[in-house]
């Protein structure tokens, strides 16, 4: 697949297929997708929590903030929710600050799933004190993001911006996200 092509099919997926189950080797490849990412200085101070079995990931659901713009939806249904997270997480003792290597690990890792037929959302709204109490997250590890994981249930659909850049539902549930043109964002300064 054209690597353009991989990019638009990149997108924020929130409801799946919540029985197409996906195996935790399979979350190890795109964790070392990540791995193998750059790293500010080379330090590699990312960790990863893996989750694809039911019950650990009843602990993780509960935890995560969907779609701020869409207000009237509290997030994916039973059944629809995601087969598998991967957590990711920055080790204090390494670094102090992660937020360069975050977006390249979760963004190489969405990536990897799309190569896969699956999809994903990067969840940074997170009740961070009841995700670490419920995987008995050390306090040496900063929470950084939640990766969904499943195989996509829903149509998410790029368009150009016509100045609202909020992205929002039609009555067909299709997924619309609004961008702003290549003219808008390239300065001639």
Not at 52 to 72: E, M, S, V, Y
Not at 94 to 118: M, N, P, Q, R
């Amino acid at each position: 697949m054209p690597f353009k092509d991989l990019i638009k099919r990149c997108r924020s997926y929130r409801r799946f297929y919540e029985d197409c189950k996906i195996e935790e080797n399979l979350l190890r490849e795109l964790v070392d997708l990540a791995r193998l990412s750059a790293s500010a200085a080379n330090l590699q101070p990312l960790k990863y929590m893996l989750s694809c079995q039911p019950t650990r990931n009843d602990l993780i659901f509960p935890a995560l903030f969907w779609a701020g713009h869409i207000k009237d939806w509290p997030g994916p249904k039973e059944g629809e929710r995601p087969s598998a997270y991967i957590i990711i997480l920055g080790d204090k003792t390494i670094a102090k600050t992660f937020e360069y290597d975050c977006g390249i690990a979760a963004h190489s890792i969405l990536l990897g799933a799309v190569e896969k037929g699956l999809g994903g959302c990067m969840l940074g709204a997170i009740d961070k004190d009841l995700l670490r109490k419920n995987l008995n997250i050390p306090q040496q590890y900063d929470i950084l993001l939640v990766i969904a994981l499943g195989k996509p249930k829903e149509k998410v659909v790029i368009e150009e911006s016509e100045g609202d850049i909020k992205y929002y539902r039609n009555k067909n549930n299709t997924h619309h996200v609004p961008k702003r043109s290549l003219d808008e964002i390239i300065l001639k300064i």
